[in-house]
Each structure stands twice: as C-alpha cells, then as structure tokens.
C-alpha cells in the first residue's frame, strides 16, 4: 500500500526565502532549523516572510487550515501557561472558542 505523501514545508519556505527574500532568511533560520514543522511554526513562518495578511486572506486562510493532535496539544498548553481563558486564547490564534471548548473536551 502506497504511503500519503507529505507536504515537506521545510524544503518550500527555505526555497521561497533563497529566492525571493533573502534578507529574510535569517529572521527564520531558528524555525526552518527545527526537525519538524508544527503549524503554530508554519503561521509564523508564513508572518515572517510575507506579513499580515489581511482580513479577507486571513478569514479565507483559516477555514483551509487543520491540526493535528500535538497541534492542540500545544495551543491547550499556551492557554494553561498564561492563564487565559477559552475566547481569549481562540482570538490569539483566531480559532472559534467552540473550537478551543471542543479540544479541551477531548483531550483534558
């Protein structure tokens, strides 16, 4: 049985940054130097190197997006670590506080 290939973001962001914004890369070395990728690293990768985007982009962006376990996991421990409570934490990673309500469900 053939194994689902995986999107290999390392190899794409370092490409994008050789050739476009070289002047970036060394804002972004500490993240494309990590073994693997989690998405909170791709987000901020992707904020480094191209900005904000705006609102339409950025709502658009988001109903694209998916997350794995260790993914959650991560988000759940930020908002343990700072104290913040379910709408706070979703606005910072704009999610749904449904979203965070349902995670904390399954995995807490």
């Not at 104290?83 to 995670?103: E, M, P, Q």
Request: overall charge positive; proline content about 4%.
């Amino acid at each position: 049985m053939k194994k689902p290939s995986t999107v290999n973001y390392k190899k794409i962001y370092t490409d994008i940054l050789r050739k476009k914004f070289p002047e970036k890369e060394a804002s972004c070395r500490n993240l494309l130097d990590k073994e693997s990728l989690s998405v909170l690293d791709i987000i901020e990768l992707n904020v480094r190197i191209f900005g904000k985007p705006d609102h339409p982009t950025q709502l658009s962006n988001q109903k694209l997006r998916s997350y794995n376990t260790s993914d959650i996991l991560q988000i759940l421990d930020y908002q343990k670590k700072g104290g913040l409570n379910n709408t706070t934490t979703a606005h910072h990673f704009k999610l749904s506080r449904n979203t965070i309500t349902k995670w904390k469900k399954l995995f807490c």
